[in-house]
């Protein structure tokens, strides 16, 4: 799952309730740092350290067709690293992906605001696509109950990289007074206070999951890991000009549920559990249209 899919949100609270009759671009982007933390299972590499962190950054056109639908294209960037000097798995420390996505958004019905996009994400070092490519198709909505209170539904789904996996997004936002309330399932779950129109301060659940196939002159030929963890983070965020915005935060991935990666053959066979310390973590994120 890709780290910012917060960006739905963002752009459907920024620009949903605007008419719109000018092209415009959407730079955002992730960058997160988890602290250095050791293994604690399974015994045999108990005390093992590892090192992660992660990044995610796009850059959106905004082709209008009308002042309710435009036409999306995003090209992007996804990092992940990590540093375990004694992974009995493989030696890779860096993943990057590229993706390319099209799509739409509309919001011609009335109180409604949608938002399609599909695409591919592949290996920049392996240009294999029957191994290294992963297709994403996002559908997203939001309704206007009405003016303070709004309901959120969609799906993401990935195929590749060996997981195929489709997610829900349901939830719901409201806000009362200098209070925004987010519950929307597995992008946005945060509470925020708006101090004034440039301080927001929040609190805030980070979904973190990632996952990559292997190279084939690995231990683990071709095989695949994914990386889950959940963090309970605070931030603040700035709001520069009425629109862009610079978030700077710190968490913790171990409050919830401890931090874990996956490790398996090709076709899914000899899987392997390493449960990883919890840590602190911290990062900052941004969103800049233009």
Same mark, same amino acid.
């Given at each position: 799952?890709?780290?910012?899919?917060?960006?739905?949100?963002?752009?459907?609270?920024?620009?949903?309730?605007?008419?719109?009759?000018?092209?415009?671009?959407?730079?955002?982007?992730?960058?997160?740092?988890?602290?250095?933390?050791? &293994?604690?299972?399974?015994?045999?590499?108990?005390?093992?350290?590892?090192?992660?962190?992660?990044?995610?950054?796009? $850059?959106?056109?905004h082709h209008?067709?009308?002042?309710?639908?435009?036409?999306?294209?995003?090209?992007?960037?996804?990092?992940?690293?990590?540093?375990?000097?004694? *992974?009995? @798995?493989?030696?890779?420390?860096?993943?990057?992906?590229?993706?390319?996505?099209?799509?739409?958004?509309?919001?011609?019905?009335?109180n409604w605001?949608?938002?399609?996009?599909?695409?591919?994400?592949?290996? $920049?070092?392996?240009?294999?696509?029957?191994?290294?490519?992963?297709?994403?198709?996002? +559908?997203?909505?939001?309704?206007?109950?009405? @003016?303070?209170?709004?309901?959120?539904?969609?799906?993401?789904?990935?195929?590749?990289?060996?997981?195929?996996?489709?997610?829900?997004?349901?939830?719901?936002? +409201?806000?009362? =007074?200098?209070?925004?309330? @987010?519950? !929307?399932?597995?992008?946005?779950?945060? $509470?925020?206070?708006?101090?004034?129109?440039?301080?927001?301060?929040?609190?805030?659940?980070?979904?973190?999951?990632?996952?990559?196939?292997?190279?084939?002159?690995?231990?683990?030929?071709?095989?695949?890991?994914?990386?889950?963890?959940?963090?309970?983070?605070?931030?603040?965020?700035?709001?520069?000009?009425?629109?862009?915005?610079?978030? !700077?935060?710190?968490?913790?991935?171990?409050? &919830?549920?401890?931090?874990?990666?996956? !490790?398996?053959?090709? *076709?899914?066979?000899?899987?392997?559990?390493?449960?990883? =310390?919890s840590s +602190?973590?911290?990062?900052?994120?941004?969103?800049?249209?233009?």
């Amino acid at each position: 799952m890709r780290l910012f899919t917060f960006v739905l949100l963002s752009f459907s609270l920024v620009f949903a309730d605007q008419k719109l009759s000018k092209n415009f671009f959407i730079f955002q982007g992730d960058v997160i740092s988890i602290q250095r933390s050791k &293994i604690e299972s399974p015994d045999t590499l108990k005390g093992q350290e590892t090192k992660i962190a992660l990044s995610d950054e796009s $850059l959106t056109f905004h082709h209008m067709k009308t002042d309710e639908t435009a036409l999306r294209f995003e090209v992007g960037h996804e990092w992940f690293h990590i540093d375990w000097k004694e *992974n009995p @798995n493989f030696c890779r420390e860096n993943f990057h992906l590229i993706i390319g996505q099209v799509g739409f958004f509309t919001d011609h019905f009335e109180n409604w605001w949608i938002l399609f996009m599909t695409g591919l994400a592949f290996d $920049l070092k392996n240009i294999q696509f029957k191994w290294f490519s992963q297709w994403r198709t996002t +559908f997203y909505a939001r309704y206007n109950y009405h @003016n303070k209170f709004r309901i959120h539904v969609g799906l993401l789904g990935y195929l590749g990289f060996r997981y195929n996996e489709v997610y829900p997004i349901i939830g719901i936002d +409201f806000n009362w =007074k200098k209070l925004q309330v @987010n519950l !929307v399932f597995p992008q946005n779950i945060a $509470l925020e206070y708006k101090i004034n129109p440039t301080i927001v301060p929040y609190v805030k659940l980070r979904f973190m999951t990632q996952a990559r196939r292997l190279d084939k002159d690995e231990p683990r030929s071709l095989g695949a890991f994914r990386y889950e963890a959940t963090g309970l983070e605070g931030g603040l965020r700035f709001v520069i000009k009425k629109y862009a915005n610079l978030d !700077v935060y710190v968490g913790h991935t171990g409050l &919830i549920v401890h931090p874990r990666l996956r !490790v398996e053959g090709r *076709n899914g066979t000899n899987r392997i559990w390493y449960d990883i =310390k919890s840590s +602190f973590y911290g990062g900052i994120s941004f969103f800049v249209p233009f």
